[in-house]
């Protein structure tokens, strides 16, 4: 009856009530701790959680540590070298793209990493404007666990992105509901400096005709997430998709778990590694003179269970 308060009268969003839960579940741990100081720590983690429930504030990965027992690594791309290994990767929609363009030319591999840029350019590939790049496997994936380590860009406007997508997971009759292929944002840094979630991620899924809708697409946030000083220091970001469900992780440490639709994707998927650019009414506030950010990535990796694994 209290769950249902929540919801339907406060209205509380999915990521929120994970956090309902997760207060539950400190407070006995605060109440029956063996000592003052795990009890003092299991009541500041709760305190923490009622700024995400009540004003839907970012939180700390607080859920089990990322075990890859019986999984095996089948790629990693530590972008050594002077360019982009084109033989595994394909630089994805390059020309015009919401408020700007993506370019091969704002990809570079320097010094061990992977560093997309975004700026404005009077002499572009495109011409003058926006620029941003976008890259993507040429192999395709259907469940494993998928990590990144990478710096994100600062800066209001383009925002760092590393996410899963199918062939049509915004069409009904295709993605049914997940199962034929959704979105999967492993990690998105929306960002807006002056933004109470600036130093966190979202993580999200998207698909389509879920419950039997035919109408446009369906999305569960599944919250917003905190590293270690995102914007200037490397952090994880996975992915653990399973035969059941999709499991989050920051830094190795799960953020949320759900098996939103009707079921996870069962198809071949995208992996890709992008910096977004906004639309032309965001980029009208950024100085074209002085504005310029960078998504620095280490590596990229992705594991499946040694069974299914191609050798």
Same mark, same amino acid.
């Given at each position: 009856? &209290?769950? /249902? &308060?929540?919801?339907?009268?406060?209205?509380?969003?999915?990521?929120?009530?994970?956090?309902?839960?997760l207060q539950r579940k400190y407070l006995k741990k605060a109440?029956? @701790?063996?000592?003052?100081?795990? @009890? !003092? #720590? *299991?009541?500041?983690?709760? &305190?923490?959680?009622?700024?995400?429930?009540?004003?839907?504030?970012?939180?700390?990965?607080?859920? =089990?540590?990322?075990?890859?027992?019986?999984?095996?690594?089948?790629?990693?791309?530590?972008?050594? +070298?002077? @360019?982009?290994?084109?033989?595994?990767?394909?630089?994805?929609?390059?020309?015009?793209?919401?408020?700007?363009?993506?370019?091969?030319?704002?990809?570079?591999?320097?010094? +061990?990493?992977?560093?997309?840029? +975004?700026?404005?350019?009077?002499?572009?590939?495109?011409?003058? $404007?926006?620029?941003?790049?976008?890259?993507?496997?040429?192999?395709?994936? %259907?469940?494993?666990?998928?990590?990144?380590?990478?710096?994100?860009?600062?800066?209001?406007?383009?925002?760092? @992105?590393?996410?899963?997508?199918?062939?049509?997971?915004?069409?009904?009759?295709?993605?049914? $509901?997940g199962i034929g292929g959704a979105e999967i944002d492993i990690?998105?840094?929306?960002?807006?400096?002056?933004? /109470?979630?600036?130093?966190?991620? *979202?993580?999200?899924?998207? %698909? #389509?005709?879920?419950?039997? *809708?035919?109408?446009?697409?369906?999305?569960?946030?599944?919250?917003?997430?905190?590293?270690?000083?995102?914007?200037?220091?490397?952090?994880?970001?996975?992915?653990?998709?399973?035969?059941?469900?999709? !499991?989050?992780?920051?830094?190795?440490?799960?953020? %949320?778990?759900?098996?939103?639709?009707?079921?996870?994707?069962?198809?071949?998927?995208?992996?890709?590694?992008?910096?977004? !650019?906004?639309?032309?009414?965001?980029?009208? #506030?950024?100085?074209?003179? !002085?504005? /310029?950010?960078? &998504?620095?990535?280490?590596?990229? /990796?992705?594991?499946?269970?040694?069974?299914?694994?191609? =050798?």
């Amino acid at each position: 009856m &209290f769950d /249902k &308060f929540l919801t339907e009268v406060l209205k509380l969003a999915p990521w929120q009530m994970h956090g309902v839960d997760l207060q539950r579940k400190y407070l006995k741990k605060a109440f029956t @701790a063996g000592s003052a100081k795990k @009890a !003092i #720590a *299991a009541l500041l983690v709760v &305190f923490e959680l009622i700024g995400l429930t009540v004003f839907d504030m970012p939180v700390r990965p607080l859920g =089990d540590e990322l075990d890859l027992t019986g999984y095996t690594l089948v790629f990693e791309d530590e972008f050594e +070298g002077n @360019a982009l290994n084109t033989d595994v990767w394909d630089y994805r929609y390059s020309g015009p793209r919401r408020g700007g363009f993506n370019a091969e030319s704002q990809v570079r591999i320097e010094n +061990g990493n992977m560093i997309m840029t +975004g700026d404005y350019q009077t002499d572009g590939t495109y011409g003058e $404007g926006w620029y941003t790049g976008m890259i993507k496997l040429k192999e395709r994936y %259907c469940k494993g666990y998928f990590e990144i380590r990478a710096i994100l860009n600062e800066g209001s406007g383009f925002w760092s @992105a590393f996410w899963l997508q199918a062939d049509a997971p915004y069409t009904a009759s295709i993605s049914k $509901g997940g199962i034929g292929g959704a979105e999967i944002d492993i990690m998105e840094s929306y960002n807006d400096e002056n933004h /109470k979630r600036y130093e966190s991620i *979202a993580q999200t899924i998207h %698909c #389509a005709g879920v419950n039997g *809708a035919t109408e446009g697409y369906q999305s569960e946030r599944l919250g917003y997430y905190k590293g270690n000083n995102i914007h200037q220091e490397y952090n994880t970001y996975g992915l653990m998709w399973t035969d059941d469900e999709y !499991i989050f992780y920051v830094n190795g440490v799960e953020t %949320c778990r759900s098996s939103f639709g009707n079921g996870v994707s069962e198809v071949l998927e995208d992996v890709i590694v992008s910096l977004e !650019i906004p639309d032309e009414t965001q980029l009208a #506030a950024l100085d074209k003179e !002085i504005y /310029k950010t960078e &998504f620095i990535v280490d590596y990229v /990796k992705i594991y499946q269970p040694k069974l299914t694994a191609v =050798d």
